[in-house]
């Protein structure tokens, strides 16, 4: 259980590192809250089978999001008036 564990973890991280790196705000947050919110709407889990699917969803979303950046990445937009860094 605690390899599990340690993946779930690995897998939680790389999701939100992977999140990160959207250029534009909207979208980094989107990414870092609905990775948030998923992991911990099923954090309770105890039944092995549907904490593996979950883990295989996970990762297939890991994938998808490293497209989803570089895409995004490629139409960088102007800063919103909330990343502005004031002086």
Request: glycine content about 4%; cysteine-free; proline content about 1%.
């Amino acid at each position: 259980m605690s390899a599990l564990r340690s993946e779930i973890l690995t897998l939680y991280k790389s999701l939100l590192k992977e999140g990160r790196k959207f250029s534009n705000y909207n979208f980094r947050m989107y990414a870092l809250r609905r990775v948030k919110d998923n992991f911990r709407e099923n954090i309770s889990e105890t039944n092995p089978k549907k904490i593996e699917e979950f883990l295989s969803f996970g990762k297939q979303n890991l994938e998808s999001l490293k497209r989803q950046v570089i895409v995004g990445n490629l139409y960088k937009m102007d800063d919103l008036v909330i990343e502005k860094k004031t002086l």
